[in-house]
């Protein structure tokens, strides 16, 4: 072979090995923005997310965050008093959540939340049991003897998938782009170790024609 098919060869391989990596990191791409675009749909399945936030209800500052499952959803109402302000949560602050559809189908159901046990923060925690995936209008009411307030949001009810498999619905996506980028390091490792060998072959000069050859060729 001459050295011009041998480097035509070299050519080709590194065409073929750079369209290869071209395509995988095409599809990794596009796996993490399916990825990325699933997130969103998924949030409720694993930690809660803020449904309200800054809201100021009376003296002080709320925040409410959930994962509004049907079966069981829960629901998280963080109090903090203004910055500098010297208030403090009354210990006999009671919050409810009262939940109903916006279709108005089911009358208003009210639930007491409970105060968790944090050195941090003040929260209150409410579980609500919810029939059906649909917006659900949430009404939220605090009262002491110092303080009360009042406040709404809506949120969207979603059911929840499989349960004890919610882990590994939300490792798959990882995984898969893990293979694609594992896919892709091989190749360009195996790319890299041809190159080299390629380069180094010997070359062989074409043979030349014996004196014989030539007086006979010329006859």
């Avoid at 990825?35 to 409720?44: E, N």
């Avoid at 307030?149 to 349960?163: F, H, M, R, S, W």
């Avoid at 882990?167 to 896919?183: D, E, Q, R």
């Avoid at 170790?193 to 024609?209: S, V, Y």
Wanted: proline share 8%.
């Amino acid at each position: 072979m001459s050295l011009d098919s041998r480097l035509a060869g070299i050519r080709l391989s590194t065409l073929t090995g750079a369209a290869r990596e071209v395509k995988v990191r095409w599809a990794i791409a596009c796996a993490f923005f399916a990825l990325c675009v699933c997130l969103p749909a998924w949030a409720h399945i694993g930690p809660p997310y803020p449904i309200m936030q800054n809201r100021k209800v009376g003296p002080f500052n709320v925040e409410v965050w959930s994962n509004p499952d049907v079966e069981t959803g829960s629901f998280y109402v963080i109090i903090d008093p203004p910055k500098g302000s010297g208030l403090a949560v009354p210990q006999d602050m009671k919050v409810q959540v009262a939940v109903q559809p916006l279709s108005k189908r089911l009358p208003v159901t009210v639930y007491n939340a409970w105060r968790e046990k944090l050195l941090d923060h003040v929260e209150f925690k409410a579980l609500v049991p919810f029939d059906k995936e649909e917006m659900w209008h949430v009404h939220i009411t605090f009262s002491s003897s110092t303080a009360n307030g009042e406040a709404d949001t809506d949120v969207l009810v979603t059911p929840a998938l499989l349960g004890r498999w919610d882990l590994l619905i939300f490792v798959l996506p990882f995984a898969g782009i893990g293979v694609l980028w594992f896919k892709a390091a091989s190749v360009k490792r195996t790319r890299r170790r041809r190159k080299p060998k390629q380069a180094g072959l010997p070359h062989k000069p074409a043979p030349q024609a014996t004196v014989e050859q030539i007086d006979h060729q010329s006859t």
